[in-house]
T-cell receptor, first 112, second 106 residues
């Protein structure tokens, strides 16, 4: 049990649609990051939020956006879905005291 | 950005065997963690080990930060050890290697 919960666990969308993925992390974990893991690959860093502001971004286009809320929840939004967006999306919270990462179980997105 | 290389990419063992997984990284890092991803996709934190050696049961890990590598040792492997093992390193954000896929056969 990592204390990080994601929803939905699975979803199917069609190309061009928009999707919102949600994450709830542990109290006191002020940093949340989102990763995309395509089949057979390691997780790729999308972006990171600290105290509700984006403070780091990987090599992903602007149609990937996020929000972090004061209650330690966050969202990943993807607009204009493409087939290659099909992946496992992982939410990660960081312990402010130790720096350890705690992963959610992920949201598996399939784009048809 | 920082490069993380893991080896071997695939490893097949007989139950009871020992193994060593390696992670090389291209620059100095603040943190390093080893994760196990189970068949359902859940990433489990094994070790938080920016330097030194840690042991947890049959697993142990060593990071030599000055030489930019870390090793994960699995002794007396069990079928439940199967899955993908990831090394992740942090400078400004965490970057993952491509993983080592371990299959332990009964």
């Amino acid at each position: 049990e990592t204390g990080v919960t994601q929803s939905p666990t699975h979803l199917i969308k069609t190309r061009g649609q928009q999707v919102t993925l949600r994450c709830s992390s542990q109290s006191g974990h002020n940093t949340v990051s989102w990763y995309q893991q395509a089949l057979g690959q390691g997780p790729q860093f999308i972006f990171q939020y600290y105290r509700e502001e984006e403070n780091g971004r990987g090599n992903f286009p602007p149609r990937f956006s996020g929000l972090q809320f004061p209650n330690y929840s966050s969202e990943l939004n993807v607009n204009a879905l493409e087939l290659d967006d099909s992946a496992l999306y992982l939410c990660v919270s960081t312990s402010g005291s130790t720096g350890e990462l705690f992963f959610g179980e992920g949201s598996r997105l399939t784009v048809l | 950005g920082i490069q993380v290389e893991q080896s071997p990419p695939d490893l097949i063992l007989q139950e009871g065997a020992n193994s060593t997984l390696r992670c090389n990284f291209s620059d100095s890092v603040n943190n390093l963690q080893w994760f196990h991803q189970n068949p359902w996709g859940q990433l489990i934190n094994l070790f938080y080990i920016p330097s030194g050696t840690k042991q947890n049961g049959r697993l142990s890990a060593t990071t030599v930060a000055t030489e930019r590598y870390s090793l994960l040792y699995i002794s007396s492997s069990q079928t439940t050890d199967s899955g993908v093992y990831f090394c992740a390193v942090e400078r400004s954000d965490m970057r993952f290697g491509a993983g080592t896929r371990l299959t332990v056969k009964p």
